[in-house]
């Protein structure tokens, strides 16, 4: 297994039996930071970055091999488009510069009809909007208003535009939703602190307030069909955890090691949930921003489970992840997320301790090195059952392939 080095810290997340990844580079269509934000169930992915020009924002859709350019709806004066999520039809949802150029509206974009103005109600405090997601029906749950403030959410659902309330203070938003129209977001009380919701099934009149911790508030990042939500709240001491929510279980803190922050962005079906993690502040380096994940309830960095990564790319964030375990990154170097990327999952070899996709020499010298008890999870104990010995030796010797 791999581990994660920090300055001034080194520290291993990876957990016995975890998955492990392999990167595939989409790449950039311009030359700064570019990144995905969303796979899809056909494995296709969307995102966002610096357009052809080098100057602008533009979003794109990546089809599995080609990155297709998004323009602003104001195109070809020029302007801004942005990417957030979408389905597994291809279709692309966030917001640009709209046809007069001056003010940004919610779009749809399909490679049939390019990008469509999914319009601003009239009850709408602006003429402002974002969609943050779609899903397969074409319903979209966003936001319209006037920024910072008289923002409310907003569901685009059978040809009408529906009204998030608050719940009493002056924002709401909707982030995410699912195959059943169960919309997910946040909105304010009147002190300001921010509440979790779910709008079951697109009813507006059944919207319900999620638990938050105490003393604190929290957003709703996304649902999945069996309506288990994830999102992060922020503490009374104002530090930010991960949090899902579910029937059963009500509110629950996800987990992470000792000092670290967490925020939970995407979940899919088999409960796995991505998202970002910061490093704590007693640390050297701290404020490192890293992709992580929580797969079968541990908490694991990714960048300790890609065995491709010989260029050494960081991951700072994972917003999105499909039925099959793809999960939307980017590549980062020095501070900057320079290329848009998905982690695709590959299957476990027989026998690789290090976690660099080949068992070699190097496997076998780390049993040795590692040889006796172990607390775990440990690099080298293949077998989980805390002691580095001959069994795992006999592992690495199954498995060789270089």
């Known amino acids: 297994m791999m581990s ?72 070809p004066a020029g302007g801004h488009s942005w990417g957030f999520a979408m389905n597994s039809h291809g279709h692309v949802v966030g917001y640009a510069n ?73 924002e709401s938003q909707c982030l995410a939703l699912n195959e059943l129209n169960d919309v997910v977001g946040f909105s304010r009380l009147e002190s300001g602190q921010m509440r979790g919701f779910v709008v079951p099934t697109g ?10 911790p105490e003393g604190g508030g929290a957003q709703a990042t996304d649902i999945n069909e069996q309506r288990v939500i994830c999102g992060w709240g922020l503490n009374e001491d104002s530090t930010f955890h991960a949090l899902k929510w579910s029937i059963e279980g009500g509110m629950e803190f996800l987990g992470e090691p000792a000092g670290w922050e967490t925020f939970a962005y995407d979940i899919n079906e088999s409960g796995w949930i991505v998202g970002r993690a910061i490093a704590p502040l ?25 065995i491709n990564n010989a260029d050494g790319a960081e991951f700072r964030f994972a917003h999105g992840v499909n039925e099959s375990g793809w999960i939307a990154t980017s590549l980062a170097w020095d501070a900057q997320d320079n290329r848009a990327a998905v982690l695709r999952p590959v299957e476990p070899m027989t026998g690789d301790a290090n976690g660099d996709g080949v068992v070699n020499t190097d496997d076998v010298l780390l049993v040795i090195s590692s040889w006796g008890p172990c607390e775990l999870p440990c690099d080298g104990d ?3 059952d805390g002691f580095i010995d001959t069994d795992d030796l006999l592992a690495v010797l199954s498995g060789w392939s270089n």
């Not at 049939?112 to 779609?134: C, F, H, M, R």
């Not at 966003?142 to 059978?158: A, E, F, K, S």
């Not at 009813?203 to 938050?212: M, R, S």
Request: glycine letters at 14%; charged letters at 15%.
């Open 4 to 75: 994660c080095t920090l300055i001034g810290l080194t520290t291993s997340t990876a957990v016995l039996g975890a998955p492990q990844f392999e990167i595939v580079d989409i790449g950039t269509f311009g030359t700064g930071p570019c990144g995905a934000y969303d796979v899809s169930e056909s494995n296709t992915a969307c995102g966002m970055g610096t357009a052809p020009n080098g100057l602008n924002q533009h979003a794109f859709y990546w089809d599995g091999e080609i990155m297709h350019n998004i323009p602003p709806l104001n195109a």
């Open 98 to 170: 709209a046809a007069s150029g001056s003010a940004f509206h919610p779009y749809k974009w399909t490679q049939e009809d390019g990008s469509i103005d999914l319009g601003v109600p009239t009850w709408s405090a602006g003429n402002y909007g974002q969609a943050k997601d779609i899903n397969d029906s074409g319903t979209v749950a966003g936001l319209v208003g006037t920024v910072p403030y008289n923002i409310r959410g907003c569901i685009w659902i059978n040809g009408e535009m529906l009204q998030v309330p608050t719940f009493g203070g002056d």
């Open 203 to 212: 009813n507006i009149d059944n919207i319900i307030e999620l638990e938050a």
């Open 282 to 306: 007693s640390l050297l380096g701290a404020g490192t921003e890293h992709a992580c994940a929580w797969i079968d309830g541990e908490f694991v960095l990714l960048e300790d489970l890609v």
């Open 382 to 384: 293949l077998n989980g």
